[in-house]
């Protein structure tokens, strides 16, 4: 079964500083990964994607992924953040993307922006 | 587009009642949506997948007649707590599943439910 880890459970960054978040999987094949942001109180919202080709992915609200498979991972990037991008994030993977795919989640990041 | 409503947004109920949570799509049809729950300060776990006009499909260890699933309309399922109990207060967040060009699947959530049992 696939499964994903999210090995920072905190992270505090100062506002402008460049963010990265650890996302990573556990899938025999080729896997299908997510990135969310969850606000507090609000439901997920999709930052980006990994399907195939490219593995440097773009998302919204100026966020990056890189797949890479020799390591198992698909880190999130930010250059510069900034105090609205305080929110959990999670990392998630499913095995296929036809039918009723299901999504694995990890816990989750949590994020701080200090001014 | 792809937007997915749920209601409430909050609800607090007295053990041994039931609830009913909505989630809708508003701007497309989705067969299939999809039920997680959330503690607080974890992560999401899906309790089953909600097929239109079939049963719903439970993951291990969701007891079924205690979570109803209901798909009736490609717009709406709704997820019924029966006699619940305080041990079922968590954050509820359904998803709907939608088809994207290319024939890929993608899942736009609902901005959750947050159910408090006394």
């Known amino acids: 079964a696939q499964s994903v880890t999210q090995p920072d459970i905190h992270i505090t960054v100062s506002e402008g500083a460049s963010l990265e978040l650890r996302c990573n999987y556990s899938?025999?094949?080729?896997?299908?990964l997510f990135w969310y942001v969850q606000s507090p109180g609000q439901g997920l919202q999709l930052l980006l994607k990994?399907?195939?080709?490219?593995?440097l992915v773009q998302g919204i609200k100026g966020f990056e992924a890189e797949f890479k498979r020799s390591q198992s991972s698909f880190n999130l990037r930010k250059p510069s953040v900034h105090w609205s991008d305080a929110a959990e994030y999670f990392c998630?993977?499913?095995?296929?993307?036809?039918?009723?795919?299901?999504?694995?989640f990890g816990t989750g990041t949590r994020l701080t922006i200090i001014p | 587009g792809a937007v997915v409503s749920q209601h409430p947004s909050w609800v607090i109920c007295k053990s041994g009642t039931s609830v009913k949570i909505e989630c809708r799509s508003l701007?497309?049809?989705?067969?299939?949506m999809f039920w997680y729950r959330q503690f607080p300060k974890q992560s999401l776990m899906l309790m089953a997948t909600?097929?239109?006009?079939?049963?719903?499909?439970?993951e291990q260890g969701v007891e079924k007649d205690k979570f109803l699933i209901n798909h009736a309309s490609l717009t709406l399922s709704t997820l019924t707590v029966t006699s619940a109990h305080p041990e079922d207060s968590s954050f509820y967040i359904c998803?709907?599943?939608?088809?994207?060009?290319?024939?890929?699947?993608?899942?736009?959530f609902g901005p959750g439910t947050r159910l408090t049992v006394t």
């Open positions: 899938y025999g094949a080729t896997p299908y």
């Open positions: 998630a993977v499913a095995k296929s993307n036809f039918g009723n795919e299901k999504l694995t």
């Open positions: 998803s709907a599943r939608i088809q994207t060009s290319g024939g890929l699947y993608e899942q736009y």
């Open positions: 990994y399907f195939s080709g490219d593995t």
């Open positions: 909600s097929n239109e006009g079939s049963k719903a499909t439970y």
């Open positions: 701007d497309f049809q989705a067969t299939t």
